[in-house]
């Protein structure tokens, strides 16, 4: 393989064949026009910044030793103190590489913003203490008005949060720390009502003031700038700094620009303007692609490709929680319904709008950082087949279970549990026996005001339609929730001081009767199996009791069950239904078993105690037959391809980072090492495997993070290791973990229940101590063994938990205790693994979802949040900057610009762009390499001659591939389109005049024969006398009587006077002349009725274009078959043609007609009289 070195000596000498063209770097000018990159060079500066070197650490072997020696000489400090080290101050060891370096990246240092992260990695909060303001960009006391509004509110809420828990421990009984609580809410409140009459008083001001301050320029300069706006960031003038996008970034929000690309990658803006819990735009039939044009592109060039390759399409969402992305792909999923799907009317989207509606409210909840977070992760996948949409999917990740028993301080529970406490009724809720319960009272749910829950019963409405339209029983979710709530206020005491019954005489004792009833099954039942615990004794069941603690964790089990289990249904539910195969009753809604097509209409539970009777003698079963699934397995093996939109968790830090923070990170490094490989590792090892030379990319490798991880001697592999041990515990954990890991640069020790991990976002500590217990994820059998039949007169909770009866110690089937709380996935049939961790289930589906996207063609939106306080408008640079560098946006900006990420084939690049040839060659394989660089020669010509820039047009060409930049790959696409419309346009030219001059020949044609008509006409009429057809008689002509004559003798014709005495002679009205006969469907001869069919021969050629012939000639014989409905025709067959022919052509032959002429009868053909 030649070298750069050739490569240059090549260009230089003018050579015919191009190898590499206008790669723009310091160490490698093979530009076309040398003169584009040599005045740089000479100079010793790039036109793009910094020409630093960067080596990526996969291609230096020594770099990842001397990276961890400069990383713990670093950190070295923080051991000492126990502190975490901060992610970015950590400078990267960057080497010199050993290989030849072509230099593609073009970044500026991160060091060009301030550092504004705690140790943790995160923005510091200290601005928020004190009551202090925000500064975004200006410090107008407007502004700060606002910001401290919310400031003071969350300050007003955190404090009455923990007066009301105060009070809660204390019994009702005031205390002195209550009482100052109390004082400061007070205070608090005060202040924000007097902050709150102060912005509505100069209400006016404020908004003049956001349009003249807080926009920071005028409404020319918002003109002018809108102008200096690019779609693409690789079109940027001046040097592609870090600076430069966030400037950019800020002036596309300004303009309501939320998006922009990166060439094929997509940056979405989050900039607050809706509220994420709204979903009515998301049901409505009005279109949102107007608003959202770069969505619109994105699902356009998917659905093409889709169509060209067959191949499996797949949009990836990434960015940290807050960023958008959920509402992202919810819009996409409407905009493909509208503009690919088939419409907003069809099924398939009220269905798919439906599950979005019914499953928003279970799978979202406040967290530190966002609002309304999304917990669970989804894969939405649409099929096709032969261009029509066959069935969809929808696959989930659940993880956050924990979150319903243990809310963190400063977040909330699901949003369902306050939509269920607002929207429920008065009659509703004795039915469920919540009357008397708020978030107040409810252990399972953080303190809010009811004003804030205002505005959910309108939500809580849309849910409850959502859940109707699916085919749920709305009696049966709610049965559960309620039940789940009401388990939360259980208590248990010692069974020495209380008998080991729940503590309070109408209290706890209350609440499980009230859950027992909801849940279909006996107070005591139920109070028995959270009290207990079976054993086997030498074969016999032997019962003890359990300690409060262990009861407390037996009743939190059972809650995080219930709801995982009824999502886990209510999914598979919508699956069912987006395969086509669910039908829905009127009076009767179910929920499917399983995903082979089951499904169940649970009845209303009774309490066990007051009904023995068989459940299922009043449920109503109905199970599709098994030629259903084999019509459904067939048709999805007949899908030609599928559009999936796969939206993950985000990367998140909180103030107690547990299992949930570690799962949603490792998901977080996941897609991050799944987009370097695709985008930048793909890039670089083609470019060495075709062309030899090694390119550094300059991006940050996560591989070693995730190593740490999922290695076999990484934490998650020791966490599970410890899980299935039954004596694991937390400290066996942590030694083990840094025994292992401590001299890993990317892991830090901090105490004896904590450790760090330095994430591709930042530095996480996270909280051991209750992470074994977590990833067991264990429910007790003698808490599944009440929800029997038997026991159970609830016939949907008795459904959810069928599996676990069928494979339970009783029936031969797992091992004590070893029922999980959480379902392995959403469609699977197969009994979980009971040997398997949560975490383990959490790795299985994630690489499973990767699989199907590495699978697939790939396409990337980078969500970034604009600032953390959710506020409309405002633009945190801190923020953002820390999100770009996260994100890889600017090493994917440098790649676009002066790299090589698009690979085409040689083949594949001729086929494409041959039409750039006039002569279009054959491209073969033996000269397909030199027909390559032609057509870019060409190009390169077309562009020169063009106004368009070729500064960043870069590409190179190997044995196998064509590499080209993404400046080089939009001006190709460019130029083809411009050829492809100019030959379309002489081509419909050609098409438009051949079909001209047919038309004009026929009628031209017609033309003259109409002329000779006339003319024929004419010479008739000017004759001197008329010829007679008799053959005896008087030949003398007999004009009519009172007609006038012209002096020559001949009789005027068309005279009006002539015409109306005429009219009188025979008694005709002029004015209503009679009407024309039908045609006969027969022919008259002579004195004789001749019945069709009949055999005619032509007498004279009759001209017809619809023939292939064009012209029955003279002699020929036709079949007269019927009368024509045209005047003198009949309607004649010839050759399977059949055809309008004028009797006066023809003569009849058969059948011979007898013809009277007095003297007897004679034989012979004769024409039609």
Partial sequence: MASLQAVKSRQQTNAQHTTVGNVNSPTSNANHHGSRSKSYQENGHHPHGDTTPIVNHRHDGNSRQKRIENRRQQESPDRENNTPSNSNSTKRQKSSSHHEIINLNRRSTKDSLPNHTTNHGRPSDSHHENNDLITVNNGSDIVNLIHQLVILRKKFAKLQDECKEKLRLNGGASSDEATASETECTTIFKELNSIEEMISSIKSLVVDYNAEYNWETSVTDQNEQTKSLVDDLIHMPGPHTEDAVIKMLHMRLKAKELHCRIGPVLIALNGYWKNGRDLHWLTSDSPVSKDYPYLLNIIYEASRRLQETKRPQVIILSGESGSGKTFTSRLMTKMFFEHVGGGLSSEMYKNVAAAITALAPLTTAKVDTNLDSSRVGYFTEIAFSEGLIVSGKLTYVSLDQTRITATLKGEGNYHIFYHLLSGLSQEEKVKFYLQGYTTRNLAYLSSKDFEELNPNKLAFNKWKAALSLLGIKFTDVVHILAAILLLGNVQFSDPDEKDHKSSGSNGSSTEVKSAARNLGVSGISLFRCLTTRTKLIRGQPVRSLNTPEVSKAACNALAMTLYARMLSAIIRRVNLLLRGHATQTKNASSLSSDSAGSSVSSTEPKDASESNKNPNEHSHFKRFPSTDLKKQSNLLKGCTGSLGILDMYGFEITNTNRLEQLCINFCSETIQHFYNTHLFESTADAFRNDIGMEIDLGYVNNTPCIELLISPIGILSILNQECLNPRGDTETFISKIKAEHDDNCWFSKQSDSEFGIIHHHGDVLYDSSDLITSNRDIISDDVISIFRSQNCSFDFLTHLFSQDLRSSRGNGGLPANSHRITSSSSDSNDTTDYRRTFLQDFQLQIDNLLKMAAEADSYFIRCI??????????????????????????????????????????????????????????????????????????????????????????????????????????????????????????????????????????????????????????????SKTRQSSLSDGDNTRHPVPNSPTTPNGNVVICDEDVIQKTCELYGFNAATPPSIPQSRPYAVIGNSRIEFPQTRIMRQPFRHDDLPWKVIRVGETVTAIAASPKAGCFLGEYRGYRLHIPRRLTEIISPSPTISNGSGSKKGSVSDI
């Fill in 865 to 1022: 949040r604009t600032n953390t306080n959710e506020v409309p408008n405002v633009f945190d640079r801190v923020t953002v900057a820390r999100q770009l560098r996260a994100l890889e946006v600017l090493e994917t900006l440098n790649l676009m610009t002066s790299g090589l990420p698009y690979q085409l084939p040689l083949l594949t690049f001729i086929s494409r762009y041959r039409c750039f040839c006039s002569n279009n060659p054959d491209g073969g394989v033996e000269n397909s390499r030199h027909l390559c660089e032609a057509i870019l020669n060409i190009f390169l010509e077309r562009l020169d001659q063009s106004k368009l820039s070729s500064e960043n047009v870069n590409w190179a060409v190997g044995d196998n591939f064509v590499f080209l930049s993404e400046d080089a790959m939009q001006y190709l696409e460019y130029m083809r389109n411009i050829l492809r419309e100019q030959a379309t346009v002489i081509i419909q030219a050609l098409v438009r005049m051949y079909i001209c001059r047919k038309a004009y020949k026929k009628m031209k044609s017609s033309q003259e024969m109409r002329n000779k008509s006339r003319r024929s006409l004419l010479n008739n009429s000017k």
